[in-house]
């Protein structure tokens, strides 16, 4: 049984930073990403990065302020985000997927975390 087990989450203030880790169990993934989804918007992509770390990804708004990154080791994916802005207060959701076609798409990913609240404040 897959299970991804997102944490990290909370309130900071704007310029701050937050680190975001997603802890795999039950399998191994080409890809493992970010998405995130604020009240009233739809769920955007942020970040992925195939399990060798060889190829990352990234939404051009988050490009320079986050970092994705993985231990294979411990089935983990992380995500640091630097120089938050109060735009960025959403629920992040970690997604693993075997083979995505297409990396920006959800569709494309096969299980999916609970979410973490980010909250950014001004």
Do not use: H
Not at 8 to 15: F, K, N
Not at 39 to 57: D, L, M, N, Y
Request: one cysteine or more.
């Amino acid at each position: 049984q897959v299970q991804l087990v997102e944490s990290g989450g909370g309130l900071v203030q704007a310029g701050g930073s937050l680190r975001l880790s997603c802890a795999a169990s039950g399998g191994s993934f080409a890809v493992m990403g970010w998405f995130r989804q604020a009240p009233g918007k739809e769920r955007e992509f942020v970040a992925a990065t195939s399990r060798s770390g060889g190829s990352r990804f990234y939404a051009d708004s988050m490009k320079g302020r986050f970092t994705i990154s993985g231990d294979n080791a411990k089935n983990t994916v992380y995500l640091q985000m630097n120089s938050l802005k109060p735009e960025d207060t959403a629920v992040y959701y970690c997604a693993a997927g075997r083979a995505p076609r297409t990396i920006e798409r959800g569709s494309s990913y096969d299980y999916w975390g609970q979410g973490t609240q980010v909250t950014v404040s001004s």
